[in-house]
């Protein structure tokens, strides 16, 4: 299973590929601006991409429309520290598989990853 992390901060880019090595989840590529992102995720083709809301000089909203529009299957687990429910149900209706607020859903985020990839795709 592979994934790619779309996060701004280092810091935690380092704590996400952490907890999903721990679960035996490779992660392929991992960049902070939406332009790298999707080239990223475009290029390494991951099964699913860990997908912060803010990122540097943009949104990742940006990425998840780009990225869907280019390769429908790759799963997103949006993973932000806003959780606001405007912000989880914009993210849902974008195609986005789950959404978890990093104050308080860490601990859940391989999992989601896991069961994520997993998902049919249609």
């Given at each position: ?5 779309a996060?701004?901060?280092g810091?935690?880019?380092e704590?996400?590929?952490?907890a999903?090595?721990?679960?035996r ?9 939406p332009?790298?992102c999707?080239s990223?995720i475009?290029d ?5 991409v ?5 990122l540097d ?5 940006e ?6 529009s ?7 687990v949006v ?12 993210y ?20 989601a990853v896991?069961s994520?990839?997993?998902r049919?795709?249609?």
């Amino acid at each position: 299973m592979k994934a790619f992390l779309a996060e701004d901060s280092g810091l935690i880019r380092e704590r996400l590929q952490a907890a999903l090595g721990a679960a035996r989840i490779t992660v392929v590529g991992q960049a902070g601006t939406p332009g790298a992102c999707i080239s990223g995720i475009l290029d390494s083709r991951p099964d699913v991409v860990v997908l912060d809301i803010q990122l540097d000089g943009g949104s990742g909203l940006e990425v998840l429309q780009a990225v869907r529009s280019e390769e429908p299957g790759v799963a997103f687990v949006v993973f932000s520290s806003h959780a606001a429910p405007v912000y989880r149900k914009r993210y849902l209706q974008e195609g986005a598989v789950r959404f978890l607020d990093k104050s308080t859903e860490f601990e859940q985020l391989a999992r989601a990853v896991a069961s994520a990839a997993r998902r049919p795709v249609h």
